[in-house]
């Protein structure tokens, strides 16, 4: 087979509930630089569609046209040798009506499409499958790669409790701390059970997890074992982390196992404040003049919705120096 030049374009489609329209748009947002309403979006950024929890399939741009014609007539340079293919025009949510088509016609376009390409076309099994999307008045065409929810595999753990955040939000917390894993280290000073290292580690974010309860962090241990990884979990209080990391993140302790008061939650962040120079929080209590207090600034935000329970998780960015004495630090 002839090698397939991709244009260096991709399109990305988006599966998701109401509820968790506003933590996939922050989601988006650090992937891309944007956000849309609807459930497509065009990037010139590669993103792996098995990270998000809410990307559904991805298209990376071999050719694109004003006209579907356009797409048959460059298609028809292709030369699959002996390698097979197969053409889908796949289902998409929420396009404009003008975009949206019949199942006969879009069958009959995949069909045009797979006749004028060269090779064996194979709708069981092929080696390649490419995509077709009509998107904002173009036609697309690439290589079709389907998602893998890896995270919906984590939702059973052996070890976990009603008020942990869930696999999915836990794996859209990861990639917003850490849109791209390369070069970055990652610390979650208050794990917990372990749900964002379980999601973090799958990922291959080099993150590593910190409890003062015994309890949760034996069983963070336990969760990821679990499911294959391999991540270190440490038993003791933010304010005793001598290493830099690039991020942390810190789910605010509210359950019956680690509870925190106002004056906890504040030293918490303000004891993070020396270890990162971005900080991802979420918190169940109204807490932008912690923040603040601690010396960072709030650089974007979601409500995360578990039935009728909201987490409000803020993206946060060191400002400078911290309206309070270092020393207090190397007293504490």
């Known amino acids: 087979m002839k090698p397939l030049t991709p244009i260096g374009g991709f399109v990305y489609t988006y599966a998701y509930h109401q509820d968790e329209k506003d933590l996939c748009q ?12 609807g459930k497509v979006i065009k990037s010139s950024r590669s993103v792996d569609p098995g990270r998000s929890p809410f990307i559904k399939e991805r298209i990376e741009l071999l050719f694109e046209g004003t006209e579907f014609a356009d797409i048959v007539k460059q298609a028809a340079e292709l030369d ?28 009959e376009m995949e069909r045009q499409i797979g006749f004028v390409i060269r090779g064996k076309a194979d709708v069981h099994n092929p080696d390649i499958i490419f995509g077709l999307i009509p998107f904002n008045g173009r036609w697309h065409f690439g290589i079709y790669r389907l998602s893998e929810s890896v995270w919906f595999k984590h939702r059973q753990k052996p070890r976990e409790y009603s008020t942990a955040l869930s696999s999915k939000t836990a794996r859209a917390i990861a990639n917003i701390a850490v849109p791209d894993p390369k070069g970055i280290k990652a610390i979650d000073p208050c794990c917990g059970i372990g749900t964002v290292l379980v999601e973090a580690l799958s990922m291959g974010i080099d993150i590593v997890g ?6 949760v962090v034996d069983g963070s241990r336990e969760n990821i074992a679990h499911f294959g990884l391999s991540g270190s979990v440490d038993l003791g209080a933010i304010a005793d982390i001598t290493e830099q990391y690039d991020v942390a993140i810190i789910d605010m302790p509210y359950n019956l196992y680690t509870h925190a008061t106002p004056d906890e939650q504040q030293e918490i ?29 709030i650089t974007d935000r979601c409500i995360a919705k578990k039935s009728l329970f909201l987490r409000e998780i803020l993206v946060c960015e060191k400002t400078g120096m911290p309206p309070f004495d270092g020393q207090e630090f190397q007293q504490a």
Request: proline fraction near 4%; aromatic fraction near 10%; avoid cysteine.
């Open 210 to 215: 910190r409890d003062i309860n015994q309890l």
């Open 269 to 297: 962040l303000r004891h993070a404040f020396p270890v990162t120079d971005k900080l991802l929080v979420v918190t169940i209590d109204p807490i932008d003049h912690m923040i603040e207090q601690a010396g960072f600034t």
């Open 26 to 37: 922050l989601e988006m947002r650090t992937f891309f630089g944007k956000d849309t309403g």
């Open 80 to 107: 699959m040798e002996n390698s097979t293919f197969k053409v889908i025009f796949p289902k998409i949510n929420g396009l404009d009506a003008a975009e949206q088509m019949e199942f006969g016609e879009k069958r």
